[in-house]
């Protein structure tokens, strides 16, 4: 079952499908949308490996409060690790949150890259449209 393929269910024609406002919304918004959908659901899922691994009855959001402060290494010591199998799960959540934030940095260091590779495209376009301009072309190859 595809989760994000509502687009199909509409029909787009070619000049739909290749308008910027078609192609920021496919490219821009939609990953940004997968991305929320799959922290919220790992989100969820230490969450409740956190509640069911807790001594006595933990409170849902406390152990996702837990299982967020702890991927973004921000670590407020609040919430007692008292147990060996809670050791070992927040030993794992930290390995988590040092991938997670290798990604989110990698994301962003592309994200500049590719604003900056989209400059450089746009930089060699007006000097193209110069030299064209400048040199005798029939207009019919310009």
């Known amino acids: 079952v595809k989760v994000f393929a509502i687009s199909s269910l509409f029909r787009l024609s070619a000049r739909d499908i290749l308008s910027p ?34 001594p006595g009855e933990v409170p849902y959001i406390e152990a996702v409060y837990f ?8 670590g407020y010591g ?10 070992v799960f927040a030993i794992f959540l930290f390995c ?8 989110v940095v990698g994301k962003l260091v592309q ?8 400059t450089d495209s746009y930089k060699r376009m ?10 005798t072309i029939p207009q019919d190859f310009k």
């Open 78 to 87: 609040d919430i007692a690790v008292t147990t060996d199998v809670q050791r």
């Open 126 to 135: 007006l000097e193209t449209l110069a030299a064209l301009n400048h040199l």
């Open 21 to 54: 406002a078609y192609t920021r919304f496919h490219f821009g918004f939609v990953p940004l949308i997968k991305i929320l959908f799959w922290a919220v659901i790992m989100v969820h899922a230490l969450s409740m490996v956190w509640v069911l691994i807790s």
């Open 67 to 74: 299982v967020v402060y702890t991927l973004t290494t921000t």
């Open 111 to 118: 994200f500049s890259q590719q604003a900056d590779l989209q």
């Open 96 to 103: 988590c949150a040092s991938v997670v934030t290798g990604l």
